[in-house]
């Protein structure tokens, strides 16, 4: 490491004013606070520094995040296996999946990181750190047959219009990596419809034994009751990409139709203990969330209708992207409320949001991004009253004083 410090130290006046390449300083800066904790001190006022920069939160989330990746490459190749009806090892199945989504993080890295680096060179000013987990969320909050130019233009479009002309990171209103699930749920909703996956076959990277079928569409399970035609949920049967019927430990452990980051709660359980542990994540707007989803469920049990109306709360958090919305997108920090009470309300009117759209729009049985995207608008509203409330109160406890 020091030789790569001495390294970086010795072409540095390169980029800095006067260098040849100074109009790349914003790039180079980049790469070495990446590296290496800033070491520049204040001159004036008081400020209290921290080894943890927002770069190395950055990467905490992102390494919290590492399990559900793992588990939804692995569950790309075992659902693609199935359908083609071969079994096949542990490892294939993962490096089966493993190339069918790294293409997705390639493009949205580069697509994303290269449009924030060309806005930090036109202002001169760092380059933002946010998109290192942006980055790779947009993947896995997309189905896996998402053609790579719609993921280019859909993070782009985001990264422009939520994020850039907002004043970048950490002005944002919105989830950027969501906006990038609403533009593509909006203007492709054929391949965003929320109720299908999608199969590569193995021919598509040269594997497996010629099989002729160019892909498999069949429904999610949250798809599969919202269409279902059966009166009631005891009548109805969770089926797999065979027709195979579906445990709630496949659920649990993510051996199901879904996207690829939302499909397994365990792995993302895994990432929600890193995040509290951490501090980087808000256990209270986590489980506000959780809450939200349940006082939901229980109400809309009683008055059930059909069969997604009866069913039960923990099929609403196993299935879909409620547990994934709820760890890692009520949770950012920028868009999301800061208040203490603020995160309780903020959270439980998502999760009461989610199951309110799934039960009653079975054209889009998910309903978590919207619910999300939605409270998004109305944090900064919910820790206004909060605040104001404060202001009040303390008002009045003066007052009484002063009396």
């Known amino acids: 490491m020091k030789a790569l410090r001495k390294y970086l130290d ?102 994303g990181l290269g449009i924030e680096f060309a806005m930090a060179q036109v202002k001169k000013e760092e380059v933002a750190e946010g998109f290192l987990v942006t980055g790779i969320l947009i993947p896995m909050i997309v189905p896996v047959d998402t053609p790579l130019w719609m993921i280019a233009v859909a993070t782009a479009f985001a990264v422009i219009f939520a994020k850039e002309v907002f004043g970048g990171t950490g002005y944002n209103i919105f989830n950027v990596a969501l906006i990038t699930r609403a533009f593509l749920f909006f203007s492709y909703p054929s391949k965003m419809s929320g109720d299908q996956v999608w199969v590569r076959t193995a021919s598509t990277f040269g594997m497996g034994n010629g099989s002729v079928i160019d892909g498999y569409s069949g429904a999610t399970p949250l798809g599969q009751i919202a269409t279902t035609e059966a009166g009631s949920f005891a009548d109805f049967t969770f089926h797999g990409i065979t027709g195979q019927p579906l445990s709630i430990s496949d659920m649990f452990f993510g051996f199901i139709p879904g996207s690829i980051g939302e499909v397994s709660p365990i792995a993302i359980l895994l990432g929600a203990a890193l995040l509290i542990a951490t501090g980087v994540g808000s256990w209270k707007t986590m489980l506000s969330v959780f809450l939200g989803g349940l006082a939901a469920v229980l109400l809309v049990n009683v008055f059930a209708q059909n069969a997604i109306m009866e069913m039960p709360v923990h099929y609403h958090f196993l299935l879909g992207g409620f547990a994934f919305g709820a760890v890692f997108m009520a949770t950012d920090p920028v868009t999301s409320a800061r208040t203490e009470k603020g995160k309780w309300i903020y959270g439980f009117l998502i999760g009461l949001l989610a199951v309110t759209i799934r039960v009653f729009n079975p054209g889009y049985p998910e309903g978590m991004m919207l619910a999300i995207l939605f409270m998004n608008a109305f944090a900064p509203l919910i820790d206004f009253y909060v605040i104001d409330a404060n202001i009040k109160r303390r008002a009045k406890r003066v007052t009484a004083m002063v009396k």
């Open 10 to 111: 010795k072409i540095k006046p390169n980029f800095e004013e006067g260098g040849k390449l100074h109009w790349l300083y914003s790039t180079y800066d980049a790469f070495e606070t990446f590296l290496f904790v800033p070491n520049t001190t204040s001159k004036s006022g008081v400020h209290i520094h921290d080894a943890r920069d927002s770069k190395r939160t950055m990467i905490i989330v992102v390494l919290a995040l590492v399990p559900a990746l793992l588990i939804g490459m692995y569950n790309v190749g075992l659902q693609h296996y199935l359908a083609i009806g071969q079994d096949v090892a542990f490892l294939t199945k993962f490096f089966y999946g493993f190339l069918a989504v790294l293409p997705h993080i390639v493009v949205s890295y580069v697509v």
